[in-house]
């Protein structure tokens, strides 16, 4: 482990009043977090602002550079940041869990480093000449949730530096540590200042959104406190990318392979053991093939082990805090107590240590059961059979929650036809959940609004500038 992060780590295990912060699988201590003043967010604010036009004023290319090399220091530390966010985050090193998160760190930095955001001439001919240039928008607050607490950071913080801002960033109350110290490995390479995080709750959040030194909050977490963003950002007319929740579904089409889709379906819901935001969270299954696609599932689901996060072969993990493993087993236990079917799961041990719960698949479950309507966010999916594709597809586009959704099929081109008719922000086809830097990723409706990564992801973090003459 480098000195850097020994002493990071120190110093949070040591911190004098720091809250403590525990691995949800066995309830160890991980180590304590400072947690930010009201005071230190001023400071901070005002650091990353002196600093701001220095940073803007440097070439696209060196700061594309400072990027790359950001890259490498994440890759020089990979093993130590992968082992601190399994243990403080639950999720296990392997499978598309730590060590993929830290890879796709270093892989949407590097990505971010390539896409360059050009001016554009907009007119030129006898009457004018006008040109949009992509100027810097200042400084930008950054908030995080607790589920891929580094990967989300580096999607907030790339596109913000590539254009010239700096950037404030506050990581969720439950996952900190993970967050303080990817930005102490960024600032072994960044400039001193350009980035700074901010430790603390909710309070901390909503005093980074109405602070009148921020110009733009990237936001990602649930729709309830992004709405209370939206409000807080209002008196300073911040600028706002609003990355919230989803209850994304899936529809099976009645000419799929069951055998050929289950693994893909079963990772697209059980990813980071359900915590994902575009994760599956319902899925749709046609009354020919319902039997198979469940079987299938089921056998997928008894061959992937949970357990603690640092134990090589887990695959799956606990629930990240307590009120989560709550709203888990509130929804499961409202879809049995209705009279769905328990295929697996469902039967959390009362003697465990952690937050774990078991992988849970539900079928013969009602299409208004709140499992299915309601944001679980975890490992439990409930299967709803269909007999009428425009019926499946009047259900998948019934919520508020529309950030992504997804088709499966033998025919790519019908996927398609069936694709273009669901309300969401990305639909795949025969996967899910499946980003990529190079596709602008955002939600509709109550998902939010904004986009992420690739080109259009750098204007999210620009302020456009037309000059005409
Ligand atoms: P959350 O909304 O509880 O917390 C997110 C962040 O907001 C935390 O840092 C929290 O401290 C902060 N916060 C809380 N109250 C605040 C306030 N009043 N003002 C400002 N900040 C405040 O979300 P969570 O439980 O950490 O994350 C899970 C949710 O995030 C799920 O709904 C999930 O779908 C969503 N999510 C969305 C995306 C996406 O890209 N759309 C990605 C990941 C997670």
Partial sequence: MTEQLIDLLSRVESAEGGREIHDPATGELVGRTPEASPEDLDQAVARVRAQQPGWAGRSDAQRAEFLEAAADAVEAHAEELARLLSREQGKPLNGPNARFEVGAC???LRATAQFRLEPEVLVDDDSAKATLHWRP???V???GPWNWPMMISIWQIAPSLRQGNTVVIKPSGYTPLSVLALVEVLNTVLPEDVLIAVPGRGDVGQALSRHPGVDKIMFTGSTQTGKSIIKDAADTVKRLTMELGGNDAGIVLDDADPEAIAEGLFWGAFINTGQTC???????????LYDQVCEALVDIAHKMPMGVGLEEHNVLGPLQNSSQWEIVDRLVTAAVDSGARVLTGADPDPDRTGHFYPTTLIADIDPDNELVTE???GPALPIIRYSDLDQAIEWANSLEQALGSSVWSSDPERAEGVAARL???TTWINKHGAVDPRMPFGGARQSGFGLEFGVEGLKEVSQPHIISR
Avoid: H, N, S, T
């Fill in 106 to 108: 270093a892989a949407w």
């Fill in 137 to 139: 928008l200042g400084v």
């Fill in 141 to 143: 607050g950054a908030i």
């Fill in 278 to 288: 575009a994760a599956m969270k319902r899925l749709y299954v046609p009354d020919a």
């Fill in 375 to 377: 944001e679980q966010f």
């Fill in 423 to 425: 309300i969401a922000g």
